[in-house]
């Protein structure tokens, strides 16, 4: 039986979003979608008019998200590095009726100019690989490993292609880990960008950082904005208000 063979065969699950409007398809055992998608698709400032780019597409959950939600009325690209993650990506696509609005392209992008022009986005998304090679256990499933860890793409390559793909005032969004935050002001400040929007997330109102959503802009002056805690859950152990939100229509 061919590797092929074999990736075809891996169970898929389907899971819901927005009450079973938005059905994402996702591999069993391989690399799944978090919360961390949803915060960066919810806590992301979009205006409809904007060109968007997703750098690491995964199983195109983003994308959709702000298909569905409308959150802008340009076609939105999606770019992924793993071919079967691209697969399944313009699978869901698909079967949410979403191929005039969704474009994805199975490429690495540390090879971004091959296929878009520079200056052609407003704004870049990323969830990108957090963990340093050496750092912790490296997954032995191919897709959580690379998705995890800084195995074929690193925070300076995020903002190098942001750099690239950007115009001058345009901005790139990610969700980082709070412990590596200096790591990340320093790679920003590092490829011309300026810190602009940062929220830190907290699992619950007692807890420590865990996540933090920062926003900067290509060529922007000073004045980072720090916006108030975000919560996932709340004191009675559910999803915060601010968390149901992110689910809202």
């Known amino acids: ?30 690399y799944r979608f978090s919360l961390d998608a949803v915060l960066l698709a919810g806590l992301t ?10 750098l690491g597409a995964g ?18 690209a999606g770019v992924e590095i793993q071919p079967e993650l691209a697969k399944l990506a313009k699978k869901n696509v698909n079967e949410n009726g979403f191929s005039e ?11 971004i100019s091959s296929a878009f022009k520079a200056g052609s986005f407003d704004l870049a998304l990323s969830n990108p690989p957090y963990r340093k090679p050496g750092t912790g256990r490296i997954n032995l499933d191919t897709q959580k490993a690379i998705a995890r ?28 880990p709070a412990t590596r935050l200096a790591n990340l002001l320093r790679s920003a400040l590092d490829h011309g960008f300026s810190p602009k929007r940062l929220t830190i997330v907290y699992p619950h109102p007692h807890g420590s950082s865990r ?15 720090v916006e108030k805690p975000f919560y996932i859950y709340g004191e009675n152990g559910h999803y915060s208000a601010a968390m149901q939100e992110l689910y809202n229509d």
Do not use: N
């Open 59 to 76: 199983c195109g959950v983003i994308p959709l998200v702000l298909a569905y939600r409308t959150r802008t009325e340009r076609k939105i």
């Open 211 to 225: 996540l933090v959503h920062l926003e900067c802009r290509k060529s922007g002056g000073e004045g980072l904005k």
């Open 149 to 176: 860890h800084e195995l074929t793409a690193t925070i300076a390559d995020v903002f190098e292609a942001a750099r690239y793909l950007l115009r001058v005032g345009g901005r790139v969004a990610l969700v980082y």
């Open 1 to 30: 039986m061919t590797s092929k063979t074999l990736q075809e065969k891996r169970p898929q699950t389907s899971d819901a979003l927005f009450g079973g409007r938005l059905i994402v398809r996702q591999e069993q055992k391989g």
């Open 101 to 111: 609005r969704i474009e994805i392209h199975q490429m690495d992008f540390r090879e």
């Open 45 to 54: 400032s979009i205006r409809k008019e904007d060109r968007v780019i997703d």
